[in-house]
T-cell receptor, first 111, second 112 residues
């Protein structure tokens, strides 16, 4: 069966520090992968999506970046975090049948 | 105008009540629709897809009206465990990938 793993679960980082969040998928190949962010009191916002290795599309201009070094690995990064980067970051993959499956998320607080 | 709009609630209902959530979407090209459930500080989980003909899964019934661009979710015989935020979602396709557009969610609180 397909599973999606995301870590860490919680992160507190100072302003200006770098960020690296990792997401891996098991049990499927060549999945479409997505990074979403949910800020407090707001809906989920699509940040990046990837249809294959090295293929990244950005939906929202910001100081975040994404990479897909392997088929089932999706990484969200930042060189310098801002206070506004705080939020709940969710990785998702698009299943063969319908709907998206989300990882358990990383709650990031930038202080 | 937001792409997917929902009443944020909260809906506070007693156990056993029937509650209905409504949602509207602005992109007439949206191809698929879903309801997700999100518990506090957890990831969203797919509750059910929404079909034009209407579909039912136990106590849950979803309905889609493409002409009015309107989606609904009905929960019968509410349980305490139904307390959560319910997200209305539209799926738009562009190229080889889809893009889920989420509403902000409707919060449901079921009381004993």
């Amino acid at each position: 069966s397909q599973t999606i793993h995301q870590w860490p679960a919680t992160l507190v980082q100072p302003v200006g520090s770098p960020l690296s969040l990792e997401c891996t998928v098991e049990g499927t190949s060549n999945p479409n992968l997505y990074w979403y962010r949910q800020a407090a009191g707001r809906g989920l916002q699509l940040l990046f999506y990837s249809v294959g290795i090295g293929q990244i599309s950005s939906e929202v201009p910001q100081n975040l970046s994404a990479s897909r070094p392997q088929d089932r690995q999706f990484i969200l990064s930042s060189k310098k975090l801002l206070l506004s980067d705080s939020g709940f970051y969710l990785c998702a993959w698009e299943g063969q049948t319908y709907g998206y499956t989300f990882g358990s998320g990383t709650r990031l607080t930038v202080v | 105008r937001k792409e997917v709009e929902q009443d944020p609630g909260p809906f506070n209902v007693p156990e056993g009540a029937t509650v209905a959530f409504n949602c509207t979407y602005s992109n007439s090209a949206s191809q698929s629709f879903f309801w997700y459930r999100q518990d506090c500080r957890k990831e969203p989980k797919l509750l059910m897809s929404v079909y034009s003909s209407g579909n039912e899964d136990g106590r849950f019934t979803a309905q889609l009206n493409r002409a009015s661009q309107y989606i609904s979710l009905l929960i019968r015989d509410s349980k305490l465990s139904d307390s959560a935020t319910y997200l209305c979602v539209a799926l738009n396709y562009g190229g080889s990938q889809g893009n889920l557009i989420f509403g902000k969610g409707t919060k449901l609180s079921v009381k004993p």
